[in-house]
């Protein structure tokens, strides 16, 4: 669709194409550029339907980028995505009907209460008010935020933001959930229901893919991986294929290096 400023394909690493499955997303030769610096250097990636699928790299990535452009809210310079078959920049409207997003730093509606904002969701995906209305008590309640549901948005800390914005992707039951950073600021407990909420609606049926910097939670709590650094894909396949019996951990150091191995300047060694 988009014409590219070709990605050197010597230099990049294909995704294992997945064998059987249909993807939940599948993302061909995505590029983009932000004045010099390119964020997304020609990325092949297949999430296969019913996976869950972490997507990992250091900061800086690309990772954000990625998710925003497969999720129709940036226009990639050039490549391909589709969800589920739906290409996501020639049919936006029924592409972002199978999503739920959650995304990093997007702005919420905040001078709406909690309740307000997940009704609102759900009016906007089309669905009845008596629906919305039902699916917005469930969710609170899921996610422990009944009592809050009144409080105005803007007044809710860190956590409370990310759970509501948490209810906001999941109130029209998507197909397919990209969430940037999800456990992000979210206390334990709530990080645990949340895992249940996602474990329960892959193995439904559901695909989620979510990025995330806390390895031992993607090795724990998805089956696929993908490894990304400076806008290309390092290493993608199922957790066990990437990390072959070592922590994922330490595959990704190892592939995206940086490690200085030091203890630092001698003035932090003086007391
Ligand atoms: N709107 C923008 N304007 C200019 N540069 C941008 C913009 N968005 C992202 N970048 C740059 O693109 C690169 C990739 O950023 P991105 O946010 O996708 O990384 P990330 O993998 O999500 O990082 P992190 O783990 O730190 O959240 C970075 O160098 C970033 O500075």
């Known amino acids: 669709m988009l014409d590219a400023p070709p990605?050197?394909?010597?230099?990049?690493?294909?995704a294992p194409a997945p064998l059987g499955r249909p993807s939940a997303l599948s993302i061909r030769g995505l590029y983009k550029r932000f004045g010099d610096k390119i964020a997304?250097?020609?990325?092949?990636?297949?999430?296969?339907?019913?996976?869950?699928?972490?997507?990992?790299g250091p900061n800086g990535a690309g990772k954000t980028t990625t998710l925003s452009m497969a999720t129709g809210l940036l226009r990639p310079d050039a490549g391909r995505l589709s969800i589920l078959g739906v290409d996501v920049w020639s049919d936006p409207t029924a592409a972002?009907?199978?999503?739920?997003?959650?995304?990093?730093?997007?702005?919420?509606?905040?001078?709406?209460?909690?309740?307000?904002?997940?009704?609102?969701?759900?009016?906007?995906?089309?669905?009845?008010?008596?629906?919305?209305?039902?699916?917005?008590?469930?969710?609170l309640e899921l996610l422990?935020?009944?009592?809050?549901?009144?409080?105005?948005?803007?007044?809710?800390?860190?956590?409370?933001?990310?759970?509501?914005?948490?209810a906001t992707a999941l109130v029209h039951a998507p197909r397919l959930l990209v969430l940037d950073e999800p456990f992000?600021?979210?206390?334990?407990?709530?990080?645990?229901?949340?895992?249940?909420?996602?474990?329960?609606?892959?193995?439904?049926?559901?695909?989620?893919?979510?990025?995330?910097?806390?390895?031992?939670?993607?090795?724990?709590?998805?089956?696929?991986v993908a490894i990304i650094a400076a806008g290309r894909v390092l290493a993608a396949g199922t957790v066990d294929d990437v990390r072959r019996g070592q922590d994922l951990?330490?595959?990704?150091?190892?592939?995206?290096?940086?490690?200085?191995?030091?203890r630092g300047p001698s003035w932090l060694r003086t007391f």
């Open 7 to 14: 990605p050197d394909p010597a230099t990049r690493l294909p």
């Open 249 to 262: 951990e330490d595959v990704f150091v190892d592939l995206v290096g940086g490690r200085h191995h030091s």
């Open 96 to 139: 972002k009907a199978l999503v739920g997003v959650l995304s990093d730093g997007i702005a919420l509606f905040d001078r709406l209460s909690g309740e307000q904002l997940v009704t609102y969701h759900g009016l906007l995906n089309g669905m009845d008010r008596e629906t919305v209305a039902q699916r917005t008590r469930d969710l």
């Open 40 to 56: 997304v250097d020609g990325i092949d990636l297949d999430v296969p339907a019913g996976s869950f699928f972490g997507l990992v």
């Open 144 to 166: 422990d935020m009944t009592e809050a549901a009144g409080k105005l948005v803007v007044d809710y800390s860190a956590g409370m933001t990310k759970k509501i914005a948490l």
């Open 184 to 224: 992000e600021s979210v206390d334990p407990v709530s990080a645990a229901n949340i895992r249940d909420i996602l474990q329960g609606y892959v193995e439904n049926g559901g695909t989620v893919i979510v990025s995330s910097h806390a390895m031992d939670l993607v090795q724990r709590m998805c089956d696929h």
